[in-house]
DNA sequence: TTTATAGCTTGTATTATGCAAGTTATGGTG
DNA sequence: CACCATAACTTGCATAATACAAGCTATAAA
């Protein structure tokens, strides 16, 4: 797609950003799976073509999504980390399960899942968050 | 992209419905800009291309999101609307339009807006849906 | 020392998108 | 009534993005 040009509407620097299928897949793995490594995301069932992997995530970083740093435990290996600003989207991941639980009767959402979801939003947002520490 | 198969993650579902840049756009231009017409979406700012435009309308409609009924106003033209399953997006659409707010400083969403959003979160998504009657 | 693995890059075929033009049915105007 | 305009598309083609396969480099493990 050509890049819309920014005019204003919330939605446009949204889907610039995360709009992509595989971007907001990458997003989901880091934010809700806790993946953290490029062979982790290459490994999801969803099979992301490699140099579209390598180009998201290029591109989650550069748009400060994520942060890329060397493994302390393995001098071969990378960390993604999510920023603040991945985190700021927790909400908007919690909403899209919600509705496929209600449209997607295959997807498999617990139902206390979506009980927390609706009962104890702000709870089940920190649980998430708190997964990640020295978040910038 | 090749279409994901469908293994029991709710994000797939979502994805394979609502993921795509346009139709998202679309469903933005309906369900919170009240647009119903083609010429009304092809005018958008961001400039659809007709083919997909009318690909996705489609789509959208054998998806469950949107029904086509013609205008009793005029003959020639067509009424999209929203479906059950396109107004249960509103959460979806109001986190976006969060999230933007706090990292998108042209994107222009009001302050009272954003208010509603958290601090009145049902009232806004009770408005927005009750722009529309005759839901299926 | 050899082999395996992580994290990519490159090349190419396939698919999707963007753009321009054309089509059909209806509506509006003089 | 004749003519032009408009709504809602469809079609054809150039361009861009994606998928797939292979290769590459540095590190780790056997």
């Known amino acids: 797609m050509k890049k819309i040009e920014h005019v204003g509407c919330p939605f446009n620097y ?14 989901r793995d880091i934010v809700i799976y806790g ?7 290459s490994d999801s069932r969803e099979c992301i073509a490699t140099n579209v992997l390598a180009d998201r995530l290029a591109k989650l970083e550069e748009n400060g999504l994520i942060t890329k740093m060397k493994d ?8 993604y980390q999510p920023r603040e600003k991945a985190l700021d989207l927790i909400p908007v991941l919690i909403e899209m399960i ?3 639980a209600k449209y997607d009767e295959i997807s498999g959402v617990p139902k206390e899942y979506l009980r927390r979801a609706n009962e104890e939003r702000t709870g089940l947002i920190k649980e998430i968050r708190d997964g990640f520490t020295n978040v910038v």
Chains 1, 2 share one sequence.
């Open 35 to 41: 993946k953290k490594t490029y062979t982790e995301f």
């Open 98 to 100: 919600c509705w496929s």
């Open 72 to 79: 302390p435990q393995n001098r071969r290996s990378y960390l």
């Open 14 to 27: 949204a889907l610039g950003v995360f709009g992509d299928k595989w971007s907001l897949l990458i997003l």
